[in-house]
């Protein structure tokens, strides 16, 4: 039995196509509904944070450009045209009800970086007790695949703000209604999956095309989105954005859309680690492997390969089975590689820790940590 009426804090995720009318503007009408429908779930008491897709399809229309919108430089300025309209008129929608919202936007690089990501939490955290209603995308104009600070789709970054702020359910509005076990575009008799316990290789498999025009997403995406949080403790809940009053009808536990339930509450750090863009790789020897398997720090002594350029600090992968925090920076790690940790004083200069990471900077993707 589905039953979310007392969560209190929740993430709604409206994806494009969902926002966008006939003509291909925005669709005033369903944003003054959604915005209806969120504001009574804040007089009930709940704190809600909306992710908002649709900033380059309206910067498109507004501009009136057709056809595929492929190269980054033009989604970049469609967004920028886009997000303004975007924000008037959830603004105009949700002052109708005497509630503000907040415009966030966010790259990677926020989100990753520990200090910005404390700093936005505050922020969110203050703007929620002050009864605002923060409104959240990513900053396309400033974020592009090649220099590594997007994060693909809003459907991830949406499961990343969710993780981020400990929501208690993640909401995803889509022109999808469910999770199939077939494509039910092409099978006929494709069943929706009410509940899904776990992401499992046969889930993934049930996942089929990639996203549209102007949103990047598509039911892999939603997976990618799932698994963020079903590690971080909350279940996310995808159902079609025009089903009329959607979100007090989830809450409430109505079978519809499909309910992915949560994993585990992994910490919060540990999250982080797992959830950041890796900025580099560590290859490490099978002696040095099974070593912190068995909760020991990592010494220089186990690398064998350093790749990427990364300062102190950063998260990077772990071969290929789990992600560190790692102490030094890519140079000092290629210097020490299989050196004895005595060494490291002589090669690096005195005051230096003497293990690259320890237990609680790794964390391994097939352990529950
Ligand atoms: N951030 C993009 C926009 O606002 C959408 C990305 C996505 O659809 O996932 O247009």
Redesign the pocket.
């Known amino acids: 039995m589905r039953d979310f009426s007392s969560v209190q804090r929740v993430v709604v995720k409206i994806?494009?196509n969902v926002l966008r009318s006939a003509n291909g503007g925005i669709d005033t009408t369903y944003i003054r509904d959604l915005a209806e429908q969120v504001c009574s779930l804040v007089n009930a008491g709940k704190q809600v944070v909306v992710v908002?897709?649709?900033?380059?399809?309206?910067?498109a229309a507004e501009l009136g450009i057709g056809g595929r919108i492929d190269t980054v430089k033009l989604?970049q300025a469609?967004?920028a045209v886009?997000?303004p309209i975007?924000m008037n008129t959830y603004k105009e929608a949700f002052s109708r009800h005497n509630t503000s919202v907040a415009q966030v936007l966010l790259t990677r690089e926020v989100l990753d970086n520990r200090t910005s990501y404390l700093n936005l939490r505050n922020a969110i955290e203050t703007l929620l007790s002050l009864g605002v209603v923060p409104v959240v995308?990513?900053n396309?104009c400033v974020s592009t695949a090649e220099i590594g600070t997007t994060?693909?789709?809003?459907?991830?970054?949406s499961a990343l703000v969710a993780s981020k702020v400990d929501a208690e359910v993640l909401i995803l509005l889509s022109d999808i209604d469910a999770l199939y076990d077939s494509d039910p575009r092409t099978t006929s008799g494709a069943h929706p999956i009410r509940t899904v316990p776990q992401i499992t290789d046969e889930v993934l498999a049930a996942a089929g095309s990639p996203?549209t025009r102007?949103?990047?997403?598509g039911m892999q995406?939603k997976l990618a989105a799932a698994l963020v949080a079903e590690n971080a403790g909350c279940p996310m809940l995808l159902a079609h954005g025009r089903e009329p009053h959607v979100l007090s009808r989830l809450l409430a536990g109505e079978e519809i859309g499909t309910v992915f339930l949560a994993k585990r509450r992994l910490g919060n750090r540990v999250r982080w680690i797992l959830n950041s863009e890796p900025q580099g790789r560590v290859t490490i020897d099978e002696g040095a492997l099974a070593a912190i398997r068995n909760k020991n720090s990592l010494l220089p002594t186990g690398i064998v390969r350093v790749e990427g350029v990364f300062p102190a600090g950063a998260v990077v992968n772990l071969n290929n089975c789990g992600k560190i925090v790692t102490s030094m920076n890519s140079h000092e790690l290629a210097a020490l590689a299989g050196k004895h940790s005595r060494e490291i004083e002589k090669l690096l200069g005195g005051g230096r820790k003497d293990f690259i990471a320890r237990p609680e900077d790794m964390v391994f993707f097939d352990e529950d940590s």
């Open positions: 994806g494009t908002t897709s649709g900033a380059i399809g309206m910067g989604r469609c967004a886009g997000q975007l995308n990513e396309d994060f693909g789709d809003n459907d991830r970054l996203g102007f949103g990047r997403g995406s």
